[in-house]
C-alpha cells in the first residue's frame, strides 16, 4: 500500500454553527427566539435567550501558523472558512485526503450541555430539534457520502430523547452525542436505570453513543502556575477515568449490542487501563460484588467499545493489547490538535509496520461499520482514497494565514504559557461579551 491509496474516515472532528443555523428550523411559536448571532464590537456573538457566550471559536485555529495556535477566534472572519462553512470544509476534507467526517457540535456543547441545562424545558427542546435538523439537512446532506451525521437529545426527557433517537435513526442518523459523565451535568449516574429507555432506543436503532473528552468530567488545572502544555498533554488521557466507569456500568448486560465510543480519547493508554481493570477483577470482586458473568473487565470493553486516534504510534504498535476491529482515526479538525493539511503523511508515519489489513480497519473499515457510514456507495471506492480526493482540491490553498486575531494570552518574555494565562484570557473574553 502506498499513502496515496490510504482511505480516511475521521470519526471526530468540530463544526462552527454559521449565524443562520437555527433560523430555518425553530417551530413557529419560537421565531426570533432562536439562537443567533450578534455582532457586538468586533466580534461575532452567540446569544440564546437573552444570555450569550464569552467566545465562539473554540480553538479554531486550523490554517493558522503554530505560534498563533494560543489564539481564541471571536469571529467568523478570523477562522478558515471551512470551520463554518460545508462547501469549504469538503474542499478541506479534500486538501488533507479525508473522505469522511463526524461532526460535534461547537456552540451548543460536544454533548448540548447549553441546551441540557436551560431552564425553558419546551425551548430547549426545540432549540436541540433545530440543531439535528440543522445539522442533517444543511451539513451532512449538503455533501452527500461525505459525513457521518451525529444527534442530540434531551438528557431531561426520556420519551422525548427516545422519539428523537428513533426521527432520525429513520433518516440514517447512527451517532448519539452524549456526556461521559452525566451526573457531572446534574443529571442521573450512567448507572442510574433512568437511562435504560434511551440505551435499549440506541440498541434498537443501531446507534452509537458518542461521548466528547470535556463533556462532562475533564482535565484539571493542576494550579494556575502549571504550563499550559501540562494540561494539553492530560486532555485525551482525561477520558479514563469515565472510560472505567462505563466498563462497569449495568446498561451492557442489558443491551448486549449497545456501543459507545471515546471520542477524541487517544489509544496509547488503553492497554494498561484494560491490564488494571482485569486486575481489580481478579483482586477485588469478591468482596465488590461486581459481576461480569464470568467474563473481564476488558471483554467489555474490546466489544462495547470504540477509540480513536490522532497521532498515537505507541498505541498502534500494541494493537494486540486492544480490539483492532474498535480502534479508528481521527482529525479534529479544526482545533490545534489537527494535523491538517498533512493528516495522510503522520498518519502514514505511524502505520509503518501493520499490515494492509490492519490499515483499512483503523483508517476506515471500522469507522463505516461501527457508525452505519457507506461512502463506497455514493462515491465510488476509487473516489475515496488520499490521492483521489487530493486531485480534486488543486484550488484550495493551504498556507498558513498570518494576521487572523482573536483573543491572545498575555505572553511573558521568556516564560511558559500557564493555566492561569489562558484562564485569564477566557475571563476577558467572557466580560467584554457582557458590554
Known sequence: M??????LVSVDDHAIEPPNAFKHHMPEKFKGREPHVEKRGDRDVWVFEEEATGYMGLNSV?????????????GYDQMRRGTWDVKARVDDM???????????????????QRFQNHPNRE??????????????????????????PLMLVPFWDMKAAVAEVKRLAKQGVHALSFSDNPARLGYPSIHDEYWDPLWKACEDNNVVICCHIGSGGKAEHASDLSPIDAWITTMPISIANAA????????????????????????????????????????????????FGGKMPSDIFFKHFITCFIEDKFGLQNLDFMNEDMVTWESDYPHSDCTWPHSPETTWDHLKGLTDEQINKVTHLNAMREFSYDPFSVLGRENC????????????????ALGLGGAEVTRKDGKPVTSGD??????????????
Open 94 to 112: 479534500n486538501a488533507n485526503g479525508v473522505v469522511g467526517s463526524l461532526c460535534f457540535p461547537t456552540f451548543p456543547g460536544f454533548a448540548g
Open 62 to 74: 486550523v490554517g493558522r501558523p503554530k505560534e498563533e495556535y494560543g489564539m481564541e477566534p471571536l
Open 123 to 148: 425551548i430547549a427542546l426545540a432549540a436541540i430539534q433545530a440543531y439535528n435538523d440543522w445539522h442533517l439537512y444543511d451539513w451532512c446532506n449538503a455533501a452527500p457520502g461525505r459525513f457521518i
Open 422 to 435: 489562558i484562564t485569564s484570557m477566557f475571563e476577558k473574553a467572557d466580560a467584554k461579551t457582557a458590554i
Open 244 to 291: 472505567a466507569d462505563w466498563i462497569w456500568a449495568p446498561m451492557w448486560k442489558k443491551y448486549p449490542n449497545l456501543r459507545m465510543a471515546l471520542s477524541e480519547g487517544s489509544i496509547g493508554w488503553v492497554p494498561y487501563l484494560l491490564e488494571r481493570a482485569d486486575f481489580t477483577h481478579r483482586h477485588h470482586h469478591a468482596w465488590t460484588n461486581a459481576d
Open 2 to 7: 502506498k499513502l496515496e491509496d490510504l482511505i
Open 385 to 400: 482514497t488520499v490521492g483521489a480526493l487530493r486531485a480534486q482540491a488543486t484550488h484550495v490553498s493551504t498556507e498558513p
